[in-house]
């Protein structure tokens, strides 16, 4: 009820101050735009008032004409393929405007450690501008990414909005390392994205290729995501610009589970004849525990900028009441960025500061047959059971075993976390000549986590008499990093630039939980674990560690003429995570580029303006590995009586289960790109493609190994070898631009294929890898592992029995290794029989200018090709379940095609996954004020997740890709949602 009546009073102010600001004055301007070098007019171009959406486009002879307020002082044309031209007004009612060609090669990318122009890329970086993101309801900033940038997956399997997104760069590439990229946020590496908020990010510019990111060394393997956050612009000279959004989004589940109703469970009972206790209710279980969610965002920034020092401050609080009950997400972040120049043009510090404050609500939804998983226990619970006794009191009957009340597991378990981040740094810009600069990153991150859980004992879910458990986590980072750049021009043809570097980064860990059973209070649950009776002696645990990272890189780019180009880097970076033989590695790469459009014999063609070859080949590594890997580690292992003394004393064990490994070294990549970059049509249509294969090898894995002579029965070292390869391309095309319309398209597509080369070593031999176990009730079978990796497939292949139909009597079929046909599922062959790695991704985004101040975007995005295992549809399609337990609609049909099996794993089971989503629709009126306090109110409604095209039966197709095993849906999802905004944003 305070989120409507905040939303109305937040509406009735901008309507208040729309009212107050509607009249004023007006003017019209005239002119005309032509190409500076030719004379010829320019059809289509943009003409507007900076900082508003008032705007014309030019004629077909390349006039305009334009209403301006009367204190406008400039105007603002732009058009594909020119540099952007701000003209002051003055008196006059006519301008001539002449562009000149560049705007598109002046284009600034965000790289390792500096910047370049886009024309001088030779490595495979994109770039996605904030006007290009995602809008609507983002639980987490790195979903206005999503389907922005070829060959950058970025899913996530459900809607809750404490999970985050799994990101993968060219598809993952270990199997216990992590296939995350690294994240570098303003400068600083390793910062968690879900601390910024989406309305402060400027850019992300996203390096892919190992040319790219050797520049991180042994973090720069699964690739890197560098987030520009904004800052004021210098436009805004001495007057202080304000920016208030304000969004409201109503989010229902977009699929439900096709579950029988209570009627269909008692007309089964009654033609089958099977006896069941009905309860006479009739409950939808998924009514019960789901609800329409409701979020709340609001952001402020206030901005000023002047020729020595500019600043932005801002303020977000969001609140996402998430659709299953008792899930929240409240998150309030504060940001500054403050820019001062000292001495005249020698010194610019630049200062920013950060602080989120996050609470989190869960609720219990995996762990599958779990007693306390909600979605588990709402799926089977039958419909004829009723929420509540008469009494008011939670209804519990025991059909089956653990049989719960979903929504008393709901309200009665406490589950919750609060989080607190700190980030602050500041940078120093020096200016030592014209030719030599110098730069200094200082930063600190600070992450102090707290969390509760609490089952009291009167929960039907609680098998004892109350369960509690507190953690603290801590985690600091402390970075020192300082560059010298020395760049020249020789001969006016040779440009020329020599980065180096230092970087010291230190990591920090500590943090302990405690639990205990047979709380003595309810009210009081686990904010004092010392009220519980049994303080479980042998569950308190503590940890300290620290991991250090020193480097040394350098990077060296030369270009002559702005047609041939080549870079060089290398990073030496030295780690504590490894092996004392092995805690230094290098890093090189090199890139090499050919702008063939700047030759003289491509000066007499009309269609490219663009055409680039780029060639690169780098190294990267991957440290993403426990502190202890390669360490032995001792523990507490309970008390014991001291035979000396007769006193207690703790006996110490060997705890950490791992032989120390001194050779055990980084994850590397070694990587091929070639790509090209064209624009054609004065750039109208802009594109980029990239071939790229990818090796990496000393891949780090729990290795078993024999005891004796080994101490412990794992050591965890490096063996084995993945290869990626792929296509990707992006095309920017600038359909149309008329006077009333404009449309501008980007499509991106990428495409990979994977293959294990090897496992294993002499020292740690290894055949494959056993994944995606799956579990549930009735399962039968001995081996239930859906994958494996081993030589020659990929990860994600799927390998189980094979579907050959019902026996006579109902039973599964599966195929034999000689080509017949058993029951006995043990006996079967266990063959290929699909891959969760998708064939090909695509990603579609349409942004309009409708005329009269309206804008639209439309985005699509689509992933084809892979499977996934519908364990759901395996365990809740079960008839031999019915009508004891509720199942899926499947189960009728199963029971009518003669199904006696119980559930087993084999291919039957196995869906295509292929889908198109509807991702993002948004449609937004501006309304301008000719005002000295207010500029514009936009008013605009967003819809995500509209439709969904799939043959998938589950309730969503897309799972999170990453890591050595994707590609189950096993009734532990929450739901996505369907979600409708509403917001304002109005500039002063």
Known sequence: MHIITKTKTILFLAFGILLSFSGFSQRTITGKVVDASSNEDIIGAAVNVPGTTIGTITDIDGNFSLNIGSDVQAIQISYTGYTQQTIPIGIDNFYTIRLKPGEVLEEVLVIGYGTIKKSDKTGAVASVSSNELNSGRLSDPIEALQGKAAGVTISKQGGDPNSGFAVNIRSAASFTSGTGPLFVVDGVAGVDPTTISPSDIESYNVLKDASSTAIYGSRGANGVIIITTKNAAKKA????????????????????????????????????????????????WQDVIYRTGLTQDHNLSVMNATENSSFRASISHMDIQGVIKN??????????????????????????????IERNNYVNYGGGSSP???????????????????????????????????????????????????????????????????????????????????????????LTDGYGRRAYN??????????????????????FSLMGGYSWQKDFFDGFSVSGRNATSDYIGADNLGTFLDLQTDRPFGYKREDLLISFFSRALYDYKGKYFASLSVRRDGSSKFGDNYSWGTFPSASLGWNIAAEDFMSSQNLFDQLKLRLSYGLAGNQNIPSDAEKILFGPGGVAINPETG?????????????????????????ANIGIDFGLWRSKLQGSIELYQRRTYDLVYPFQVPVPPNKQRTTIGNAGEIKNEGIELSLNYFAINTQNFDWKTLLTFSTNRQKTISLGSDEFPLGEIPTLYVSGRGLVGGINNAQVIR????????????????????????????????RDVTKAERRIVGSAQPDFQLGWSNFFNLGNNLDMSITLRGIFGYDVLNVTRMIFSNPADMPTLNVLQEGLEEYDRGLSSNPTLNSYYLEDASFVRLDNVSLGYTLPFDSKYLKSIRFYATGTNLFLWTKYTGIDPEIAFGGSEFGRDQYDVYPRTRTISFGINAKF
Not at 436 to 445: E, S, V
Not at 481 to 492: H, M, Q, S, V
Not at 794 to 804: H, Q, R
Request: net charge negative.
């Open 647 to 671: 006193k207690e004393v703790i006996n110490y064990i060997v705890s950490g289960g791992t032989n120390p490994n001194p050779n055990l070294r980084w994850e590397t990549n070694a990587e």
């Open 372 to 462: 306390t998983n909600v979605i588990y226990q709402a799926l089977r619970r039958s419909p004829t059971d009723p929420v509540y006794n008469e009494d008011g009191t939670y209804y519990e009957t025991d059909r089956s075993f653990q049989y719960y009340n979903p929504l008393a597991i709901i309200e009665q378990i406490e589950n919750n976390r609060d989080a607190k981040r700190l980030l602050g740094n500041i940078g120093l810009d020096a200016n030592f000549h014209k030719n030599l600069k110098g730069f200094l990153n200082l930063a600190y991150i600070r992450n102090d986590e707290e969390s509760l859980y609490f089952e009291p004992k009167g929960a039907a879910s609680n």
């Open 474 to 495: 801590n985690y600091s980072n402390k970075l020192i990093e300082g560059t010298l750049t020395y760049t020249n021009t020789f001969a006016e043809k040779h440009n």
């Open 237 to 284: 000279g001495d007057n202080l610009s304000i920016d208030f959004s304000s969004q409201l989004s109503v989010d229902n589940v977009a699929r439900r589970y096709d579950l029988l109703s209570a009627q269909q469970v008692r007309d089964f009972a009654a033609s089958s004849g099977r006896t069941f206790i009905d309860n006479g209710a009739n409950t939808d």
């Open 327 to 356: 899930s929240s997400k409240i998150r309030d972040i504060g940001r500054l960025n403050y820019s001062q120049k000292a001495f005249g043009d020698f010194l610019t510090i630049n200062t920013r500061l950060s602080g989120t």
């Open 791 to 822: 030589p020659g497939l990929a990860i994600g292949t799927f390998v189980m029995p094979e579907y050959a139909g019902l026996s006579n009597d109902g039973k599964f079929l599966f195929y034999t290794a000689s080509g017949g046909v058993t």
